[in-house]
Nanobody
Framework: QVQLMESGGGSVHAGGSLRLQCVVP????????VGWFRQAPEKERERVAR?????????AYADSVKGRFIISQHKDNYTVYLQMNNLQVEDTATYYC?????????????????WGQGTQVTVSS
């Protein structure tokens, strides 16, 4: 079973930073969208950011994280990062990374093919 591997979650105070890491199996890394999603208890899953792994870094962010989060990739080690700065209490959630279908960039989470187990981010006031 193909699975992505997240790491880097933890607990920080508001205003702090964390960097999440998602290792994508090399067989599925290229020419896909890799997205970061989050889900807080009793809330719907939200797409936070995504990046297309081929060519130039084509990225997109949710309005709630623009200017604070940065998604990037290191193609040599098949890894996608999410640098999270100025974290707020409302950023508390389980964060997941996912890879979409080959050559495409889905708009909804249900169309992403491969997922990780998630990493917890907790921000306290």
């Amino acid at each position: 079973q193909v699975q992505l591997m997240e790491s880097g979650g933890g607990s920080v105070h508001a205003g702090g930073s964390l960097r999440l890491q998602c290792v994508v199996p090399k067989d599925i890394f290229y020419r896909r969208c890799v997205g970061w999603f989050r889900q807080a208890p009793e809330k719907e899953r939200e797409r936070v950011a995504r990046i297309y792994t081929a060519g130039r870094d084509i990225v997109a962010y949710a309005d709630s994280v623009k200017g604070r989060f940065i998604i990037s990739q290191h193609k040599d080690n098949y890894t996608v990062y999410l640098q999270m700065n100025n974290l707020q209490v409302e950023d508390t959630a389980t964060y997941y990374c996912a890879a979409g279908p080959y050559g495409g960039c889905p708009k909804i989470s249900g169309d992403f093919d491969y997922w990780g187990q998630g990493t917890q981010v907790t921000v306290s006031s």
